[in-house]
């Protein structure tokens, strides 16, 4: 069974750097085709696709956020790891992190978790 | 970037009834070495994460009511929902996992007429 979580701060200052956990199980991030995304959603908007960590360790990144992401892995501890610098008002967003295998894109989500960005 | 633009916004439907989303592609999303179509649907209920309904356009995800199919091919999508049930009314995307960056469309919001 398929599991995965986000963690991390509800409230950022604004300039501050963002960092969020997505503990998972169920699943090898060792495997073969498998890996592990992150997604946001600014409240009453849409989805928008933030970072990729694939199996091969192979990284990508929305373009329009390159210069602030980082997507890391602790494969001991089964997570990933994403990192967002000079976080505004407008990255207010629930943060969810999701399982990706290439036939089906994002098949199992967490439940996301609500950050806020304000001073 | 590809743009995924769904039709229409908002849609209420009567219980019962057909529900239709369309969902249009900037370019085509069909991979020809295995002539599959890299496009996904998934529905999202008020405080829940999105649900994997549709993969590769047409194939339903395991536990998914038969009465939700996809159909498409290229760049032109559609989420048809056969009969529609009160446990139904959520906001539909499509999803383009054909190239990075992946992109969503802006969603349509399903009511009950």
């Known amino acids: 069974q398929i599991t995965l979580k986000e963690s991390g701060p509800t409230l950022v200052k604004p300039t501050q750097t963002l960092t969020l956990t997505c503990t998972f199980s169920g699943f090898s991030l060792s495997t073969s085709g498998v890996g592990v995304g992150w997604i946001r959603q600014p409240p009453g908007k849409a989805l928008e696709w933030l970072a990729l960590?694939?199996?091969?360790?192979?990284?990508r990144y929305s373009p329009s956020l390159k210069s602030r992401l980082t997507i890391t892995k602790d494969t001991s501890k089964d997570q990933v790891v994403l990192t967002m610098t000079n976080m505004d008002p407008v990255d207010t967003a629930t943060y969810y992190c999701a399982h990706r295998l290439e036939s089906k894109s994002f098949d199992y989500w967490g439940q996301g978790t609500l950050v806020t960005v304000s001073s | 970037d590809i743009v995924m633009t769904q039709s229409p916004d908002s849609l209420a439907v009567s219980l019962g009834e057909r529900a239709t989303i369309n969902c249009k592609s900037s370019?085509?999303?069909?991979?020809?070495?295995?002539?599959?179509?890299?496009l996904a649907w998934y529905q999202q209920k008020p405080g829940q994460p999105p649900k994997l309904l549709i993969y590769?356009?047409?194939t339903r995800e395991s536990g998914v009511p038969d009465r939700f199919s996809g159909s498409g091919s290229g760049t032109d999508f559609t989420l048809t929902i056969s009969s529609l049930q009160a446990e139904d009314v959520a906001v539909y995307y499509c999803h383009q996992y054909y190239s990075t960056p992946r992109t969503f469309g802006q969603g349509t919001k399903l009511e009950i007429k």
């Open positions: 960590f694939y199996w091969n360790d192979d990284r």
């Open positions: 590769w356009a047409s």
């Open positions: 370019q085509s999303v069909l991979y020809s070495s295995n002539y599959k179509n890299y």
